[in-house]
């Protein structure tokens, strides 16, 4: 369940209600593909970064280990021993980005592993059995991610497809919750939205959806490449439509100001990649901007990576010393300045949900806007 605590214009603070927890709001989730995050970062080591909630992928935890298996173990949970909420997406965005090996009927798609070629099946019902399985907190329903641009015509049948599948998803976990040996009778469902970059067709979308009343929603299929300016003109179109007595999740964004924009629109829950995978590269976040560690400047330097920062690693590590360790490819490496950037993030957004608390979230936002994007 979700609850609206306040509002500052359209920007939200709030709390979703799990029986993992409460989430709250805004939040960032910390992407855990295998259930671990990429750079030697294990579910425990969350809890030092503060994290709130861990996402894991439903595709690649299929296709090896299998979430049969990870069932057999007692669940996600259990098997990566994270105890607070796990988010699993659908598989639809890397089933469908297998353009190459995979073939869409109404019924689902088939497609070929990146692992081994393996033939598989997955369609609204596998996904949910899948996610299921895991028994993860809250499950996405499997969409089709339409590649962007697509043609009006084409990504227009695509969202009624999407509806479709979204109807299958609902009455596939309400069936699944009802299961005596369901590891989690009581995981949420959230649908996504579609559309592309039409206006036009991402808001009837939305408006449809809605009338199904899903746990929450999430905005799909943008931050892939598209210029910054129109995702934020589909956010203006499309959140005004989202169901304000649930969540809403912008999938896969992104970068520090990505997240303050969206939050001004009316977003709650966010995901992305980027601040671990940077930190594998020694491109890592602080207070005053972003700096690339493998500069030669920063050879002596014995300073931490952010004076203000209090992740696990800036109490303890220079930058000459982790900068030596990407040089050397040392593997600590990649753990410390991910340690870092994951810490950067969740603190961004313990500060955004203060400024909401307190009124002043359009002039903290102004303050950050002025640095965040700042490279030194």
Same mark, same amino acid.
């Given at each position: 369940m979700?609850?609206?605590?306040?509002?500052e214009?359209?920007?939200?603070?709030g709390?979703l209600i799990t &029986?993992?927890?409460?989430?709250?709001?805004p939040a960032?989730?910390?992407?855990?593909?295998?259930?671990?995050?990429?750079?030697?970062?294990?579910?425990? #080591?969350l809890?030092?970064?503060n !994290?709130?909630? *861990?996402?894991? &992928?439903t595709?690649?935890?299929?296709v090896r280990t299998?979430?049969?298996? $990870?069932?057999k173990?007692g669940?996600l949970?259990?098997?990566?021993?994270?105890?607070?909420?796990? =988010?699993?997406?659908?598989?639809?965005?890397?089933?469908?980005s297998? @353009?190459?090996?995979?073939?869409?009927?109404e019924?689902?798609?088939?497609?070929?592993?990146?692992?081994?070629?393996?033939?598989?099946?997955?369609g609204p019902e596998e996904?949910?059995?899948?996610?299921?399985?895991?028994?993860?907190t809250i499950?996405?329903?499997?969409?089709?991610?339409?590649?962007?641009?697509?043609e009006h015509?084409? @990504?227009k049948q695509?969202?009624a497809r999407?509806?479709?599948?979204?109807?299958?998803?609902?009455t596939e976990m309400?069936?699944l &919750?009802?299961? #005596?040996d369901t590891i989690?009778?009581?995981?949420?469902l959230?649908g996504?939205?579609q559309? !592309?970059? %039409?206006n036009?067709?991402?808001?009837?979308?939305m408006?449809?959806?809605?009338?199904l009343?899903?746990?929450g929603? @999430?905005?799909?299929?943008l931050?892939v490449?598209?210029?910054t300016?129109?995702?934020?003109d589909? +956010?203006d179109?499309v959140?005004p439509?989202?169901?304000? #007595?649930?969540?809403?999740? +912008? *999938?896969?964004v992104?970068?520090?100001?990505n997240?303050?924009n969206?939050?001004?629109r009316?977003? #709650?829950l966010?995901? !992305?990649?980027?601040?671990?995978?940077? @930190?594998?590269?020694?491109?890592?976040?602080? /207070?005053?901007?972003?700096?690339n560690?493998?500069?030669?400047?920063?050879?002596?330097?014995d300073s931490?990576i952010?004076?203000s920062?209090?992740?696990?690693t !800036?109490?303890?590590?220079s930058r000459? %010393?982790?900068r030596?360790?990407?040089?050397?490819?040392?593997?600590? /490496?990649?753990? =410390?300045c991910?340690m870092? &950037?994951?810490?950067?993030?969740?603190?961004?957004m313990t500060? $955004?949900?203060?400024a909401?608390?307190e009124?002043r979230?359009?002039e %903290?936002?102004?303050?950050?806007?002025q640095?965040?994007?700042?490279r030194?």
């Open positions: 979700y609850k609206l605590l306040k509002q214009g359209n920007a939200r603070r709390e &029986n993992r927890g409460v989430i709250k709001t960032f989730m910390n992407v855990a593909t295998c259930g671990a995050i990429k750079g030697a970062v294990s579910a425990q #080591d809890k030092e970064v !994290c709130q909630v *861990m996402l894991s &992928n595709y690649h935890l299929h299998g979430d049969e298996n $990870i069932k173990m669940g949970h259990m098997f990566t021993t994270w105890d607070g909420p796990i =988010l699993t997406d659908s598989g639809g965005f890397q089933v469908f297998l @353009a190459q090996l995979r073939k869409i009927k019924e689902g798609v088939t497609f070929s592993s990146h692992i081994d070629g393996r033939k598989i099946f997955m996904s949910m059995r899948i996610q299921s399985n895991l028994g993860s499950a996405m329903a499997f969409d089709e991610c339409v590649e962007n641009p697509a015509s084409y @990504a695509s969202c999407t509806t479709r599948w979204l109807k299958r998803c609902k309400a069936r &919750n009802s299961l #005596d989690n009778k009581e995981q949420l959230f996504i939205n559309g !592309c970059t %039409y036009d067709l991402r808001v009837d979308h408006k449809e959806i809605a009338e009343n899903m746990d929603y @999430a905005v799909g299929g931050a490449g598209e210029p300016e129109i995702m934020y589909v +956010l179109h959140v439509v989202m169901p304000k #007595d649930k969540i809403r999740y +912008l *999938m896969g992104g970068t520090p100001l997240i303050l969206a939050v001004e009316g977003i #709650d966010f995901d !992305c990649v980027m601040p671990s995978r940077n @930190a594998r590269h020694g491109h890592l976040f602080t /207070s005053e901007g972003i700096i560690i493998n500069n030669e400047k920063y050879m002596l330097d931490p952010d004076k920062c209090n992740c696990p !800036c109490r303890q590590f000459a %010393y982790i030596h360790l990407l040089k050397a490819n040392e593997m600590l /490496s990649h753990r =410390l991910v870092h &950037n994951l810490w950067f993030y969740n603190n961004l500060e $955004i949900r203060q909401l608390d009124g979230f359009a %903290y936002k102004r303050e950050k806007e640095i965040l994007g700042k030194i």
